[in-house]
């Protein structure tokens, strides 16, 4: 497909990342085509997204799950651990634009993750790990636990509860990367118990807006200093229940 004969929206898309200086090949633009393809017709069946015309997908899912790398040295991180990921975001993006990533995703509904395998698939993305199962009960396995350079979790509870859940992956120096829309402030007054209790040190909370949609978006950067605690998480549901306040 040449230049000229491409999708305006593929085209907007590939120009409002390369302002940010990731360069989409041909083969990742159409990786993302079919991602977009493959998100529609999946959705009629399951419950995926509410989110399904073409430019919000590709800004509030696509562009928005990407994010991350304007903040953050990806050259430097070889694992990832997405936790709830839903229908990918911001896992798989990321594994397009960097295809060397180790990525394991963790959700609990099995429909979400038989649509991640075969989304896998059709990608043709190795080194993608889609688990089923609760985060309380994933991490305490070892093959998961302490593991991970970098955990995110994008739009799946607040901060109180996604330390619980996401920082037991996380390896000792490693990144836990929590993606929100609404202003956090409040949320990291409210998490500062969890943090102490799971040894997480608020680094930094990086602002920014959707281009076009011009919706405001955090990215909160909280770094393991220590291995986690035996005792966390909690059994499953404990978390979000009773949180860490």
């Not at 636990?145 to 607040?158: M, P, Q, S």
Request: aromatic share 8%.
């Amino acid at each position: 497909m040449t230049l000229d004969s491409k999708d305006p929206v593929e085209m907007l898309f590939e120009k409002l990342l390369l302002d940010r200086g990731i360069e989409l090949s041909d083969k990742k633009q159409e990786q993302f085509r079919i991602y977009y393809r493959e998100l529609l017709e999946w959705n009629e069946k399951t419950n995926l997204t509410g989110i399904t015309e073409q430019s919000p997908v590709y800004i509030k899912h696509f562009y928005d799950s990407i994010s991350l790398a304007f903040f953050m040295d990806f050259s430097k991180i070889s694992t990832m651990a997405d936790i709830g990921s839903g229908a990918g975001f911001p896992s798989l993006p990321l594994k397009i634009i960097f295809p060397e990533l180790k990525v394991t995703i963790v959700d609990s509904l099995n429909k979400r993750i038989l649509f991640l395998k075969h989304l896998t698939e059709r990608l043709q993305l190795a080194d993608v790990n889609s688990v089923h199962g609760r985060a309380e009960d994933i991490a305490h396995l070892p093959e998961h636990r302490d593991h991970y350079d970098l955990v995110t979790a994008r739009a799946v509870a607040k901060l109180n509860v996604l330390n619980e859940f996401c920082l037991p992956f996380v390896r000792v120096g490693g990144i836990f990367a929590a993606m929100k829309g609404v202003d956090p402030t409040e949320e990291l007054q409210e998490c500062q118990l969890s943090l102490k209790e799971l040894r997480g040190e608020h680094q930094h909370t990086y602002s920014f807006t959707l281009p076009i949609e011009e919706a405001e978006r955090h990215i909160i950067v909280i770094k393991k200093r220590v291995n986690t605690p035996v005792k966390y998480p909690r059994k499953a549901g404990i978390p979000m229940k009773t949180p860490l306040v």
